[in-house]
């Protein structure tokens, strides 16, 4: 085991589709550059509503939509500040109170002591931190993790990481997770050595492509010149459809939202032998203006008729027929945005309970819910309410998009065209009782809900054998609670519990527990 191995960011990040936040500091193969990148990601709707947005030399997380923020506390932060010589990189609040410690003595370790991990039972999400200092046309860095030290958050572990002057190329990469999983296990060892190239724009679009298509939510890099001080700046946002901003409009979108500049929905025909000047105009929503032209020399040139070669070739405004054994679908006529080439493949397997049908290899949306059916190759279980369709990402995950059976075949409504198969759901949801013991001091029933297969459909509590109100405080967290009220539930006794939980392939799990109040 080579423990000094340098590895590239894309494959440091090779199948692993969660790593949470990450961040990178080092110095670019030339020497000549500081070089800091910070990605968020994010699996639950709160997490996933945000981009980045940069104001003078500080870097903020803000929501997308401000009407949809369910919980800003561990969204909403600075993660990129300035102090004198110093850069600060973090993926929390912490960094304002680093900025804060700095400003009254405090070293980057003292300030940190302040601070504990994420108050998010029962993932503990590491505070991770880095920052830079810059003298002499050089810089040092020191790299921090707060983290849980056991599974119920008792305690604080705080490590740091301090180096010297950074080797050329190198740098060290730190990130909260090791991988995804439920509860999602917390990053582990010092942080992982990388190598950094001089081209920002390759390394970027390397680090963005790396990351997990459907968890990457945002991306910031940082070159600094070491000799000057000059800065370049790359973000990306998801939200803002990554790297690419198109500037026309697909003929199947029917957005009132959008218009174009011209007739032909922004799209320019090159028909003629001349120079045709483009000026885009870019502004955001404080009135920050960015404008870029360029030149496009129209030239004459015999252009081959394009052929798609592909079996099934889907037009926005046509019916579109999708049949081939054990599988149908139609797609009617205005639900694509645009032409589609398919680039279909059939995974087939003897053993499957269905095989499993790539419609295309890239999801392809849809305006709206088309009926998808798979035909069962086998029954391995008689009660066919236990089957339901899954859709499969490009890198193996897998969701349920339910489904009913039929005639030998599972029934399912889809929004998108992308790759699906058939899975058998016989285990019932877990229920969880979370912190008992403090139940009766604080008065609030609180469980934790887990299902690997179709999901949560239902659930129902009673407390003495009366019905009890559950809810769900918190839609980002798998918690569910109860707060106790004294007009019906009596204080200074034994009470009995009772929570019923159901998936949506009608598995059911009951838990009975007691509690003094």
Known sequence: MNVYELK???????GNTYPGRGIVVGKTADGKRAAFAYFIMGRSANSRNRVFTQREDAVFTEPFDASKVEDPSLIIYAAIRKYENKLIVTNGDQTDTIWNGLKTGLSFADALAQRCFEPDPPNFTPRISAMAAFDAHDFTYEMSILKSGDEEGSFCNRYTYSYGSAKAGVGHFL???V???NPIPTFQGEPERVSIPNDIDGWTTDIWNALDENNKISLYVRFVNL???CEENRMINSWTCGQYMKSFIEPGNTLRLLKASNTNRGLVTIDEERDYRFLYTLKDVFGNTSKYSFTVRGRKQPLEPLQHREKYFFAWDKV???????????????????????????????????FTYQLNDKPIPLHASCELRIGLRRKPITDTTK?????????GGKYSVGGKYEDGYMKASIRELGTYTVAIDTIPPEIIPVNKKQWGRTGKIVYRLKDKGTGIASYRGTIDGEYALFGRPNIVKSYWECVLDPKRVKKGGKHI???TVTD????????RESFIW
């Open 8 to 14: 590239s960011m894309p494959a440091r990040l090779e």
């Open 175 to 177: 990130h909260t997770y």
């Open 179 to 181: 991988c995804d999983g």
């Open 227 to 229: 000799e000057t001080g």
């Open 320 to 354: 579109n027929y999708l049949q081939e054994p054990g599988l149908n679908l139609v797609v009617p006529k205005g639900m694509l945005y645009d032409d589609a080439p398919l680039n279909y493949q059939v995974k087939a397997d003897s053993g499957a309970i269905a």
């Open 387 to 395: 089957y339901y369709v899954v859709r499969v990402t490009p890198r």
């Open 497 to 499: 519990v009772e929570f």
């Open 504 to 511: 949506y392939c009608g598995n059911e799990t009951v838990s």
